[in-house]
């Protein structure tokens, strides 16, 4: 099931690396997308 969401996430959701935004000056709203790619990709990763 998390490598199907990784799959959706590369997709659908911004990459913030690409774009060169510096992770100390994130939004919140941009943390929270940071951190559940974060998330759904470590689970991913263990499956």
């Known amino acids: 099931m ?3 969401l990784a799959k959706i996430n ?3 959701l911004p ?5 060169g ?3 100390t000056k994130a ?3 941009q943390m929270a997308i940071i ?8 689970r ?3 499956c």
Request: glycine share 4%.
């Open 21 to 23: 935004l510096d992770i």
């Open 10 to 12: 590369k997709l659908l």
């Open 15 to 19: 990459s913030f690396t690409k774009n």
């Open 2 to 4: 998390f490598k199907i």
């Open 35 to 42: 951190g559940y790619r974060y998330y759904i990709t470590i």
């Open 27 to 29: 939004k919140k709203w």
């Open 44 to 46: 991913a990763l263990d």
